[in-house]
């Protein structure tokens, strides 16, 4: 049974539409950006390994260039985008891409190396210094993403 006495839940004010059209902008925005920074971080796992700088630092992260192995990466990036979305430095788009990306570093290293891989904590299984290119690879998803949420408003 239908109350006329309740509220109507449809959008009304050009305020609320306008509100939506932000937040459905800034959500795709910020998944897109996200995107764009596992594409790049991808890239810049497969050229370091196809290229041997991580051999060269007995680091073992050498993966093959598939879809296989990268959309789902690129996926990730997306989701990981909604980092994005945390209000602080709004106008500091490359520190906050850099902070940012700890974050799924500190993922990778302590739950997908060692429980995920079986690569041991930290990664350490494949390398001493696999920490340290996790790190920089996540930076080049941090300042990618940002770079483009930067570009993009």
Not at 14 to 19: G, S
Not at 38 to 61: A, D, E, H, R
Not at 106 to 135: D, H, N, R
Not at 143 to 150: D, E, N
Request: proline content about 5%; overall charge positive; hydrophobic content about 50%.
């Amino acid at each position: 049974m239908y109350n006329k006495t309740m509220k109507s839940n449809t959008i009304s004010s050009p305020e609320q539409k306008q509100d939506i059209a932000s937040f459905t902008r800034n959500i795709s925005l910020v998944f897109a950006s996200g995107c764009l920074g596992g594409l790049l971080n991808s890239i810049t796992v497969w050229l370091f390994g196809f290229v041997g700088i991580t051999s060269l630092f007995n680091v073992q992260i050498a993966p093959t260039l598939t879809a296989f192995w990268l959309y789902p990466r690129i996926v990730w990036g997306g989701i990981w985008g909604f980092l994005f979305l945390i209000p602080f430095y709004r106008n500091k788009y490359v520190l906050k891409g850099i902070l940012l990306s700890l974050i799924p570093t500190l993922v990778q290293l302590l739950m997908v190396f060692p429980l995920q891989a079986k690569k041991g904590i930290f990664g350490i299984e494949l390398g001493s210094l696999t920490p340290i290119f996790v790190i920089i690879f996540n930076f080049v998803w941090g300042i990618t993403a940002a770079f483009w949420l930067k570009i993009s408003k």
